[in-house]
């Protein structure tokens, strides 16, 4: 019953094995400057892609919490909220140290570089919002509500901007992406994988998160009633 | 709908105290700016950072104002006189009359002590009215959100921030391109985006504010 429940959370241990073993071991394209850096792709993407993904289905909570009132729908966005977060940081962590082997700088001031700065910025101001409220309606309510409009206002950052604005990022401003570098379709073999790895990873922290905050709320419940 | 804007003017000009305050402190913020960078002749990019940066300062300050200050009294009273929906429909209006007021005079300032190089005049107040809208539109909401917390002044700063970094920058490109006098097919996915934004961050605002107001 157990093993029947928690495949998916084996089957995203054996991926990232698979991962780490196959990212570094096996053989990537040759490519002048980009060299084994190269790597980096199994890392530094699916922390994007998980990031993107936690963050349009703590939208999606937050949206449902409004309609629905009920904190459970909070706790569940506030949740993948905070694991889209340290996504979102390890994934500028990792982006930042391919950067430093190939553009020279760790920080080059890229487009998408601070595009996503910001959207960090943006989701430790929920936390910081959140921390500052005491009321737990009230803060489920206004911080449902910052994490839509600020997730609105994310739009244009970081999917417009970077498009309109000439940058050294492979796949745009006419860099080659992925698909360009990758002639032998070696690297799929090990960036699939990858990618299911990293999101099922993500999606299992979020329910872990869940989980202890539900936990905390019952805590507090049960306090409640021995005092009464 | 009118009387809802009225209404907000005449409250706002009997706390002419806070109108002067803000001023005072635009006029400051350029100030700093003039003495610290002294006589010397600006670069495109630098001009237009600074001034986007004094504005930034002085229109935060001037949207936080809309709910924060508003008497505990006075919002019960107009919650149960008219819909959510015109309050905030106001609020972005008057927030978006007052920011554009507070632009031109900071325009006017820079002028003075800064040096005025901007070529293309028409242009560059199109995007001083685009961007107040836009802070307007984007902050009047946040502000609701600040009002309830117990430190509202600095939990506005840090909502807003992150959010209005789009307007700004978009202003700021615009700005440069004004004083290099390009022609204003240059600046038209500029000015589109800024648009769109606005666009986005009115909507927003629209939708979400019921949801605050209720408590």
Known sequence: MVAMKSWWKVLSILLLVYTVIGGFLLEVPRLAIINESIRGLYFHVPMWFT???L?????????????????????????????GLVFGILGILTGMVWANYTWGTPWHGDPKQNGSAITALIYLAYFVLRGSLDNQEQRARLSSVYTIFAFAAMIPLIFVIPRMSSSMHPGSGGNPGFNMYDLDSSM????????TGWILLGIWISSILIRIRNAEEKIVDLEYEKNS | MKELLLYQFRSEFRKKSIFYSLILYLVSLVFINYLSVGSQRLSPGIWSALFWMALLAALVNAIAKSFINDRPGAVTYLYSIVSPELIIVAK????????AGISCTGYFFFSLWLADPIEDKSLFFLTLILASFGFSAALSLLSAIASKTNNASLVMSVLGFPVIIGILLMAIRITRNCIDALEWAASIDELMLLTGINLLAAAFSYLLFPYIWRS
Request: net charge positive.
């Open chain 1, 51 to 53: 990031m993107i993904l």
């Open chain 2, 92 to 99: 972005i209006l008057y927030g978006f009359l007052l920011c």
């Open chain 1, 55 to 83: 963050f349009v289905l703590s939208v999606l909570f937050a949206v449902r919490y409004l309609s629905r009132h009920d904190l459970v729908y909070d706790r569940i966005s506030a949740s993948f909220a905070q694991a």
């Open chain 1, 188 to 195: 799929r073999k090990v960036f699939y994988p990858a990618v």
